[in-house]
């Protein structure tokens, strides 16, 4: 296993920053996500990290050794594609064992490598097969074989289930996973499905406008986002525009949320907020019937239930506390829960303060 390091790599083309200026590290064995919209710069730090494009600044180093200057089949990294890359002449079994071949390994050793890549991903008996004959899932399978053949100690994977439907993704989500447990090797997966990232990342790097927004845990980003547009990218939000102010004592922190008419104890840290948001989850708020007292601890707001969607196993309600929308998720187990929630209804929306959080306007 190596340390993958970035150090200040940037790219332009003539008057468009495709990457400003980065720098972070991805610990041996690591699973990092680079997570944004499209045009944040995930997808050209992958192609600076593989040498397809050259950077304008910085370097890149693979345990302390400088790589920037190498070409692509010489940094030693294994990739893997969306459209996955395959050769349709070749069968499953020479499409593994080409990257092997090219490396000019001993004709016994591409063979014991590349059955044993194949044998990683459940494939041994399509060995024969060409990729036409294959499900898309076979063929990401594939993929993923001909990169891990040559056990490279990091892999590139660049929205590599992005041309597979649902059920196909939600496979290859927790196939990717198993072999990053089994083999230990540091991954660098670039995507920009939400639920892809929570799901395999150790950390994820999200990127906006260019530029590293923030990194972090996949479930420190989704509890703990440090700017409004991590709280909007990941998951579903409500913000509420917020005071911070010194407590009674003179040392502690509240925040005071005009709009909803309450006020909550608050971190320190985020006094240093000039403008600053209150978030709080949708599924983190509870409703409750107007008679229910609410439990000790939780703040009761009065709303009415404007509408009602039903998501399946969640159902999204819109309500509106004064003049205020607040969005909520509740979990939904039978048809008596849907007849629980009814437009122009009343009811109570019960709120932690330990589950909200400030962050920067």
Not at 17 to 44: I, M, N, R, Y
Not at 48 to 67: E, H, N, P, T, Y
């Amino acid at each position: 296993m190596q340390e993958l390091r970035i150090e200040g790599v940037s790219k332009r083309y003539d008057q468009v920053t495709a990457l400003a200026a980065t720098t972070l590290t991805v610990a041996a064995g690591e699973f990092l996500t680079l997570l944004g919209p499209s045009g944040s710069g995930k997808t050209t730090l992958l192609s600076l990290i593989a040498g397809l494009i050259a950077s304008d600044s910085g370097r890149i180093l693979i345990d302390g050794q400088d790589i920037s200057g190498l070409p692509p089949y010489r940094r030693g990294l294994g990739m893997v594609f969306q459209n996955y890359a395959l050769f349709p002449h070749l069968t499953v079994m020479e499409n593994v064992a080409f990257g092997l071949q090219a490396r000019r390994l001993p004709s016994s050793e591409v063979q014991q490598k590349t059955q044993h890549a194949l044998a990683m991903v459940r494939l041994e008996s399509f060995a024969q097969r060409l990729p036409k004959e294959l499900s898309g899932g076979q063929q990401q399978r594939v993929a993923l074989a001909r990169a891990l053949a040559y056990q490279p100690a990091i892999v590139l994977m660049d929205e590599p289930l992005g041309a597979l439907d649902r059920n196909l993704r939600e496979e290859m989500k927790f196939e990717i996973a198993r072999l990053h447990r089994e083999l230990g090797t540091s991954v660098v997966y670039v995507t920009h499905d939400q639920e892809e990232a929570l799901v395999l990342s150790d950390r994820i790097c999200l990127m906006n406008q260019a530029r590293v927004e923030q990194i972090a845990a996949p479930q420190a980003l989704y509890f703990r986002p440090r700017t409004r547009f991590a709280a909007e990218f990941l998951g579903e939000s409500n913000l509420f525009a917020c005071e911070v102010q010194k407590g009674d004592d003179g040392t502690a922190f509240a925040v005071t949320v005009a709009a909803l008419g309450i006020r909550l104890p608050c971190p320190a840290a985020a006094a240093q907020y000039g403008n600053s948001l209150l978030l709080l989850r949708p599924e983190s708020i509870e409703v409750a019937g107007t008679a229910q007292s609410a439990p000790a601890g939780l703040l009761a707001l009065a709303a009415r239930i404007e509408s009602c969607q039903f998501l399946g196993a969640t159902t999204r309600l819109m309500l509106r506390v004064g003049e205020t929308e607040v969005r909520v998720l509740q979990r939904t187990t039978s048809l008596v829960d849907l007849q629980k929630f009814k437009p122009g209804e009343m009811v109570q929306l019960w709120v932690d303060p330990a589950r909200c959080h400030v962050v920067e306007g």
